[in-house]
């Protein structure tokens, strides 16, 4: 098959209405993964979107088992796992890494036993693990649209405090700010993120929309607000790059995208050693 051949047939078909619904979910998945991974990775929180993506497994499992649709009950599940998640980081005093590695390891075990009792899942076990993009309906879209609104008016409204918080969240404290519900905001905010994309990215592959746009962001950027905002770039431009590859050689779409995130990972690893851009 010639290029112009092979490009005709890209063309037409992300003209499909299927194709175009999953290339606006991505785009949308992207901007939110972005702009909130931009303050995970800094306030050390990017092990939660991994924990949150596994554990949400025991959401899917326990709606297949009581025979609920798993997508209604993801999101509930999300939050109550946010405001689980809050209260035991402020019960326990124990590391933050090592208290998700619990939840996230038992979690997953649970939800294997869980899966046990259910019949073979029609939707197919590929698809909880690894999405499935080109299933994005219109509502997902809707309700991905308002969040990305809400997680924009967040972050537009307490910048500052956020800022300060990762800065140095003792000063934070001593000017009045309310560390605990500040935290649980964002995490719960996270966690609504993170649902809502598991339908097209699965629970395997979600955290790396949180994580490595913002990784890379932080290697090319000088300033906080510089960062915040190619972190979000990044997350859309490796959305679409990816549906792009996914398209072109008949990949699977989440994984295409992660691994177009990886590359432009590694292409930001790689400008500073060139001399391309300047860590300030």
């Not at 209260?87 to 208290?99: G, K, P, S």
């Not at 909880?128 to 219109?138: C, H, K, P």
């Not at 770039?233 to 990816?242: I, R, T």
Request: aromatic share 8%; hydrophobic share 60%.
């Amino acid at each position: 098959m010639s290029l112009n051949a092979e490009i005709t047939r890209i063309i037409e078909l992300f003209q499909l209405p299927f194709m175009q619904r999953a290339i606006i979910g991505g785009v949308l998945t992207g901007l939110m993964g972005g702009l909130l991974g931009s303050f995970t990775i800094l306030r050390q929180l990017s092990f939660f979107s991994d924990a949150l993506g596994h554990s949400a497994l025991l959401g899917i499992s326990l709606g297949l088992l009581l025979g609920l649709n798993p997508s209604v009950v993801l999101l509930p599940f999300a939050v109550l796992f946010a405001l689980g998640v809050t209260y035991l980081l402020e019960r326990t005093r124990l590391w933050t890494d090592a208290l998700l590695n619990i939840i996230y390891s038992s979690s997953l075990a649970i939800s294997v036993i869980v899966l046990s009792f259910v019949g073979r899942y029609k939707g197919g076990i590929d698809n909880l693990l690894f999405g499935d993009i080109l299933a994005v309906r219109d509502a997902d879209l809707i309700f991905s649209f308002v969040l990305l609104l809400v997680c924009i008016v967040f972050v537009g409204l307490t910048l500052r405090t956020q800022m300060l918080l990762i800065l140095h969240e003792p000063l934070a404290i001593a000017r009045g700010v309310s560390v605990y519900a500040h935290r649980t905001a964002f995490i719960v905010l996270l966690s609504l993120v993170v649902g809502i994309s598991i339908k097209a990215i699965g629970v395997l592959l979600v955290s790396a929309f949180v994580v490595i746009p913002a990784c890379a962001a932080r290697l090319l950027s000088r300033t906080f607000t510089s960062y915040v905002l190619l972190s979000t770039g990044l997350g859309a431009l490796s959305a679409v790059l990816g549906m792009v590859v996914s398209a072109a050689f008949n990949l699977p779409s989440g994984p295409s995208i992660v691994a177009t995130q990886l590359s432009i990972f590694l292409i930001a690893v790689a400008l500073p050693r060139l001399g391309f851009v300047t860590q300030g």
